[in-house]
């Protein structure tokens, strides 16, 4: 699969492959210029071209995307399995009210698991802008 500016047009493969169980990471920019890159897990809406990564308020991924400001931060997810591989970039905002959360957690307990509780829970959600991959 060749670079692609959204998620129009992208093959039954690559939908199914970001519905299967994989963890994923999320690569952030500090400050510095220098990548963060940690583990999550990520869902997609293909049909918003919207990726949600759910996590505590108080993590560092967190704050750099609310750094950021109002524009976002520019990030990326990934995902492999083998020789499989989809990577999704765009520019992600922390979104804290509570029908966010909630349907981000809905969303992620579909893909993975019911997460744990957290009070602290924020959703950092990505436009996507740009899709690479191999599928």
Request: aromatic share 4%.
């Amino acid at each position: 699969m060749a670079a692609k500016s959204t998620l129009d047009n992208v093959s039954d493969a690559f939908l199914e492959f970001w519905r299967e169980r994989h963890l994923c990471t999320l690569t952030t920019v500090r400050q510095d210029g220098t990548p963060h890159v940690v583990p999550v897990g990520v869902t997609l809406d293909a049909g918003t071209a919207t990726a949600r990564v759910i996590s505590s308020g108080t993590s560092h991924k967190v704050r750099q995307v609310r750094a950021a400001g109002p524009e976002g931060a520019r990030v990326a997810v990934c995902q492999v399995d083998g020789r499989r591989w989809s990577t999704l970039e765009g520019r992600a905002v922390v979104r804290d009210d509570p029908e966010s959360v909630a349907d981000a957690e809905r969303r992620y307990e579909q893909r993975y698991k019911t997460p744990r509780p957290n009070p602290r829970r924020v959703v950092i959600e990505i436009s996507v802008t740009k899709v690479l991959g191999n599928l």
